[in-house]
């Protein structure tokens, strides 16, 4: 099994989300943060003051799935959220050794 982790555009939530689901993967957990990259900040205008805002809102997009649907949930992923500009974010993949439903008490593939 790997942990999917994706950081990207918030406005790119339902692409992504509609190129997994076409995957068979119906379970994630999104999260609002905010971070920078090579994209850097940008700055904003408050009661005629410009300020430099450091930190972009992104969503960050977790999913663990079988090893055999990576290679697809990514090319899904990468497909829904390239705009070709900087700040498009990142995916990152790392294995996951356990699973257990809470619930249930399964384990492995099936708790997924």
């Known amino acids: ?4 982790e ?4 918030s406005y790119k939530l339902e692409d992504i989300k509609e190129g997994l689901t ?3 993967i ?3 957990t999104v999260s609002e943060v905010k971070g920078f990259g090579r994209q850097g900040g940008h ?7 410009e300020y430099q805002v450091d930190f972009v809102p992104k969503i960050k ?3 663990v799935i079988d090893d055999e649907l990576v290679s697809d949930a990514v090319e899904a992923i990468s497909k829904a959220a390239r705009t070709g500009q900087v700040g ?3 995916i990152f993949i790392s294995p996951v050794e356990e699973v257990v439903r809470i619930r ?3 384990s492995g593939s099936s708790a997924i």
């Open 22 to 24: 076409a995957l068979g």
């Open 61 to 63: 997009i977790d999913i």
């Open 88 to 90: 498009d974010g990142k």
């Open 43 to 49: 700055k904003e205008v408050y009661r005629g003051a």
């Open 6 to 9: 994706v950081i990207t555009r």
């Open 1 to 4: 099994m790997k942990k999917i």
């Open 104 to 106: 249930t008490g399964e």
């Open 26 to 28: 119906k379970g994630m």
